[in-house]
């Protein structure tokens, strides 16, 4: 099989290459998206057919990218990479469009960020494999028509909401990444440790995993990090001792949470009252971007239910609340009376 060329811009740099598993077959969990795939993979082998667009979303960290570049190398084609935060005008995907070789997968990451000229420039390159190029200006203007060869398209994205109706409409195939279980993340830690070389018991592998807000890249991040206070200030092998006091040492606490986790709780608690407060005011009172807190912060603390969303904005739940130690000053499920 051919290794698949991969040309990627700046945006994309790929700091998780050394675990990144090669092949949809190396992939721990998302089982059922998997199969999928590797149907849908097998048939457009089998068929010596182009594969139909992909698009998949999910919060950061849970294997879009993984999909995305394992995906091509299963098919044996070449793969391009770009990102939806540099592509800004349709001129500037058209290099990518007229080097597609027949067969061979796109990948654009941050779909989300395309601008909608450039959203509408895709159209029919997905849709007929044509683009039209428009050429000069006012009387002189004239479209030419250009014939692409078959191509797959893959597209990332935290927040499929984000985009326009139509585009969806043009992946055949959408996978929705989700959270993975303390199980799958431990399989993920204990590969990742060989993979490093290290030594690690079991039992320290699982706490890892445990303190790893489900999601694959914080748990090799956390193994690195446990791998590096070891070697600093112990003989190397990781014990559950060592990992609680490497990862203590970070202020990562025992469901996984960060200090910017944690901050943003306490903004909601002790600003806001516990909520329902707009994600905007939250973001704006702890300076920091609403994208960084929609999409890395809030996905995690609404799945294990600290937080929940209601029309009214975000409210801490009475879990939430525990988890700070404190106890429920606005219980969640008691409306505070304007009168009383
Ligand atoms: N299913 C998986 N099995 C094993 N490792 C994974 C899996 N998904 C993600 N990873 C690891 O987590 C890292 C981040 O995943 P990535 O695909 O870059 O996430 P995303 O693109 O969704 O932000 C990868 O480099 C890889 O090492
Ligand atoms: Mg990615």
Same mark, same amino acid.
């Given at each position: 099989?051919?290794?698949?060329?991969?040309r990627?811009?700046?945006?994309?740099?790929?700091?998780?290459?050394?675990?990144?598993?090669?092949?949809?077959?190396d992939?721990v969990?998302?089982?059922?998206?998997y199969?999928?795939?590797e149907?849908?993979?097998?048939?457009?082998?089998?068929?010596?057919?182009?594969?139909?667009?992909?698009?998949?979303?999910g919060?950061?960290?849970?294997?879009?990218?993984?999909?995305?570049?394992c995906?091509?190398?299963?098919?044996?084609?070449a793969?391009?990479i770009?990102?939806?935060?540099v592509?800004?005008a349709?001129?500037?995907?058209?290099?990518?469009l007229?080097?597609?070789?027949?067969?061979?997968?796109?990948?654009?990451?941050?779909?989300?960020?395309?601008p909608?000229?450039?959203?509408?420039?895709?159209?029919?390159?997905?849709?007929?494999?044509?683009?039209d190029?428009?050429?000069?200006? %006012? #009387?002189? *203007?004239r479209?030419?028509? /250009?014939t +692409?060869?078959?191509? !797959? @398209?893959?597209g990332?994205?935290?927040?499929a909401?984000?985009?326009?109706?139509?585009?969806?409409?043009?992946?055949?195939?959408?996978?929705?990444?989700?959270f993975?279980?303390v199980?799958?993340?431990?399989?993920?830690?204990?590969?990742?440790?060989?993979?490093?070389?290290?030594?690690?018991?079991?039992d320290?592998?699982?706490?890892?995993?445990?303190?790893?807000?489900?999601?694959?890249?914080?748990?090799?991040?956390?193994?690195?990090?446990?791998r590096?206070?070891?070697?600093?200030?112990?003989?190397?092998?990781?014990?559950?001792?060592?990992?609680?006091?490497?990862?203590?040492?970070?202020?990562i606490?025992?469901?996984?949470?960060?200090?910017?986790d944690?901050?943003?709780?306490?903004t909601?608690?002790r600003?806001?009252?516990?909520g329902p407060? %707009? #994600?905007? *005011?939250?973001?704006?009172? /702890?300076? +920091?971007?609403?994208? !960084? @807190?929609?999409?890395?912060?809030?996905?995690?603390?609404?799945?294990?239910?600290?937080?929940?969303r209601?029309?009214?904005?975000r409210?801490v739940?009475?879990?939430?609340?525990?988890?700070?130690?404190?106890?429920?000053?606005?219980p969640?499920?008691?409306q505070?009376?304007?009168f009383?």
């Amino acid at each position: 099989m051919r290794e698949p060329v991969l040309r990627s811009t700046p945006a994309t740099n790929d700091d998780d290459r050394d675990l990144r598993p090669q092949h949809m077959r190396d992939m721990v969990g998302q089982r059922d998206v998997y199969a999928r795939l590797e149907i849908a993979v097998d048939s457009a082998r089998k068929r010596g057919d182009t594969l139909g667009h992909i698009l998949f979303d999910g919060p950061p960290g849970l294997g879009k990218t993984t999909f995305a570049t394992c995906i091509p190398r299963d098919l044996g084609v070449a793969c391009q990479i770009a990102s939806g935060a540099v592509l800004q005008a349709p001129k500037d995907l058209i290099p990518y469009l007229t080097n597609a070789e027949e067969g061979s997968v796109l990948f654009i990451d941050e779909i989300h960020r395309l601008p909608k000229a450039v959203e509408e420039f895709l159209y029919p390159a997905m849709e007929d494999f044509r683009i039209d190029i428009l050429l000069g200006d %006012g #009387v002189n *203007a004239r479209t030419i028509n /250009m014939t +692409l060869r078959p191509f !797959t @398209l893959i597209g990332a994205t935290t927040r499929a909401g984000l985009l326009s109706a139509p585009l969806r409409d043009r992946f055949q195939i959408r996978e929705h990444l989700d959270f993975y279980s303390v199980e799958e993340l431990t399989e993920i830690v204990s590969r990742s440790a060989r993979k490093l070389q290290m030594k690690i018991d079991a039992d320290a592998a699982r706490e890892i995993a445990s303190r790893s807000r489900g999601t694959p890249r914080l748990a090799n991040n956390r193994l690195r990090w446990v791998r590096d206070y070891v070697t600093s200030k112990a003989d190397g092998k990781v014990t559950l001792e060592l990992a609680h006091a490497a990862l203590d040492m970070q202020a990562i606490d025992r469901l996984g949470l960060d200090g910017q986790d944690r901050k943003y709780l306490e903004t909601i608690v002790r600003v806001f009252h516990g909520g329902p407060v %707009g #994600v905007e *005011a939250v973001a704006h009172t /702890m300076n +920091l971007a609403i994208d !960084t @807190l929609s999409d890395e912060v809030e996905p995690y603390l609404l799945r294990s239910g600290l937080v929940i969303r209601t029309p009214r904005g975000r409210k801490v739940t009475a879990a939430g609340y525990d988890h700070l130690g404190l106890a429920p000053e606005n219980p969640p499920d008691t409306q505070r009376s304007l009168f009383g």
